[in-house]
């Protein structure tokens, strides 16, 4: 008997439904400001990325990734599947760089599906609730909101609304706090989203990564190498291996974990190189629309679900990323918008050897350039063989009339299309939408400097107005001015982050929205010398910062609505009143 029982409880274990393959882990590691030519992987031979480079030796390279001319554009196209001005995002400062509300992200997908999510690093898609990332489909955050940031070492950084001081420097802070949500959240389904804030300025990397490339020749340069500042271009790759150091401790937990073989892996880049350096000879720098401007290295690893070592060719797009990893993950996207970019789903896993025919468009300052898989038309009407010339050397538009005359047609229908709204306002011209102060779910709102308006003689301390403050506020007819819109009405705690000569200190300010005042007095006066000490290399277009000192102001009756917040000088008797880096409002 007991030999026709076994072959009965094998037969019903066979008919019995296999237990669900469990849910992939996902990991996001984004560069800020690599450019293509930034890696050892892509033939850079002065910078050792062996972590980074393991990525497409483990896993899936693509060879051709287009991603937009600067950080934000890029961030928004990855997190919602759209061309960033569809979302409203064309700016990097001054309120451009938010996604319209009614965009929703990735993170949000997956959250729905119980995934726990976390980011850990830039966000630089808006910074007051709902734009805020933990509104935006992310349970943890932990970094910073705003693009440039000033300070690298021991850098002030915000925890879920709130900012704290942290020690060390800032790559290996925030990678610390990304090992640990991983580590909280091994025995559950993660989406966790590392936005590094490296190799973008200013140039501050450890003393341990800079005497490596401290002085040493530079062998390989740019397509304009009288431009390229040699000691920036030193910093730069010591900055590309700090970094790869960090990937490789993310990597390496994923391992302690156990967790390598469940996690989809990917690395890319936001834009091309912020300054003139080998680039694989490609033409174009961030900010740009040339080929080197927008290629960057994209890689993808899921061990035993993707070919090792595997280059895919065609175009692709950071467009195509939500769309992927949803795929991937086999769950639904939230909301119903129409996606610009595809799942490569079938590509990563061998089902397809290729994707229909399609073209990529990059945008920057209302100029367009789009791609083929074979051509590259520019913004003058230039075209390009990107296959025969990828270092757009020849235009070829004289030559082949019909196809820069088809592109030139498919770039006019694209801008009716993706451009269709308002022109959005040039250079320093802050967003015209308002700034939402005061939701329940989440009462603290700040409002930095690089949000407002200066009025009168008050103006920023850099051109760069994400790592700025407000200066030179020495008149009663200064003032500053945030576009805000109120959503609740009540009692609003009110801080201001300043510093003030004590000969100075003792002015009265007033705080005014709508019909509602507060007044204090700037007292005690705080000033601190400038972080002289946080610069490998000269820092140009950042700030340098100080240790700003956090006033209570009193509290103020807000009405929901729209009006301006302003901050003006009712007295003044010392030369100045003080410099301001934020004010924070926290609903009672």
């Known amino acids: ?308 070592g595997k280059t895919i060719n065609g175009i692709f797009g950071a467009v195509d990323l939500s769309p992927t990893l949803a795929a991937l993950a086999h769950l639904p996207l939230v909301g119903n918008k129409p996606l610009d970019g595809l799942s490569l789903e079938p590509l990563l896993v061998g089902k397809a050897s290729a994707l229909p025919e399609r073209l990529l468009f990059t945008t920057q300052a209302r100029k367009i350039s789009v791609r083929s898989p074979q051509y590259r038309l520019d913004d003058a009407g230039h075209l390009y063989d990107m296959v025969a010339d990828p270092e757009q050397m020849k235009d070829i538009a004289a030559d082949h009339p019909e196809i820069a005359g088809r592109l030139s047609i498919a770039v006019a229908t694209w801008r009716t299309d993706a451009l269709a709204g308002p022109i959005p306002p040039r250079g320093n011209a802050v967003d015209p939408r308002p700034l939402p102060i005061g939701y329940r779910e989440f009462p603290i709102t700040m409002l930095p400097a690089r949000d407002g308006t200066p009025i009168g003689t008050v103006r920023r301390s850099a051109s760069a107005p994400n790592s700025s403050y407000f200066v030179n506020w020495t008149s009663k007819n200064d003032r500053m001015e945030w576009n805000t819109e109120v959503h609740s009405t009540g009692d609003y705690e009110v801080a201001m982050d300043y510093t003030c000569p004590e000969t100075d200190a003792g002015a009265t300010i007033e705080l005014a929205c709508g019909t509602a005042r507060l007044t204090a007095k700037v007292t005690p006066g705080w000033d601190p010398p400038l972080y002289t000490n946080q610069d490998t290399v000269p820092r140009h277009a950042e700030s340098q910062m100080k240790d700003f000192h956090t006033l209570a102001l009193g509290t103020i009756h807000l009405e929901a609505g729209h009006a301006p917040l302003t901050l003006r000088a009712v007295e003044i008797p010392g030369k100045s009143v003080a410099d301001v880096l934020r004010l924070t409002l926290t609903l009672k």
């Not at 640990?180 to 590392?194: N, T």
Request: one cysteine or more; aromatic letters at 12%; proline letters at 7%.
């Open 1 to 308: 008997m007991k030999p026709l029982l076994f072959a009965l409880l094998f037969a019903l274990a066979a008919l019995a439904p296999a237990a669900p393959a469990p849910r992939p882990n996902v990991l996001i590691l984004l560069a800020d400001d690599a450019g293509w030519g930034d890696y050892s992987y892509t033939g850079n031979t002065q910078v050792h990325t062996p972590n980074i480079d393991s990525l497409a030796r483990d896993g899936v390279s693509l060879d051709r990734f287009f991603v937009c001319p600067l950080c934000a554009p890029t961030r928004a196209e990855f997190l919602t599947g759209r061309y960033h001005p569809r979302t409203g995002v064309y700016g990097v400062s001054l309120g451009q760089e938010r996604m319209n509300l009614d965009e929703h992200t990735i993170a949000e997908a997956f959250k729905a599906q119980g995934y726990a999510t976390g980011i850990f690093g830039k966000w630089h898609n808006g910074s007051q609730w709902p734009y805020h990332p933990n509104a935006r489909g992310f349970d943890e955050f932990y970094g910073y909101t705003h693009g440039h940031w000033g300070e690298y070492f021991d850098p002030p950084l915000e925890r879920n609304g709130r900012m704290e001081r942290a020690h060390g420097y800032i790559v290996n802070v925030l990678t610390d706090a990304a090992i640990s949500f991983i580590d909280r959240h091994k025995a559950e389904p993660f989406f966790c989203y590392v936005p590094f804030t490296t190799p973008h300025s200013p140039w501050a990397v450890p003393q341990s990564d800079w005497q490596r490339f401290a002085g040493k020749e530079l062998t390989l340069h740019g397509t304009q190498a009288k431009l390229e500042d040699a000691d920036q271009t030193r910093c730069i790759l010591a900055m590309m291996e700090n970094q790869d150091a960090n990937v490789g401790r993310i990597l390496k937990k994923l391992e302690e974990l156990g967790l390598v073989d469940n996690t989809i892996v990917v690395y890319f880049s936001d834009n091309g190189p912020s300054t003139h350096r080998w680039n694989g000879g490609m033409r174009g720098i961030k900010g740009g629309i040339d080929e080197g401007s927008v290629r960057v290295p994209c890689f993808f690893r899921w061990p035993g679900h993707f070919a090792k």
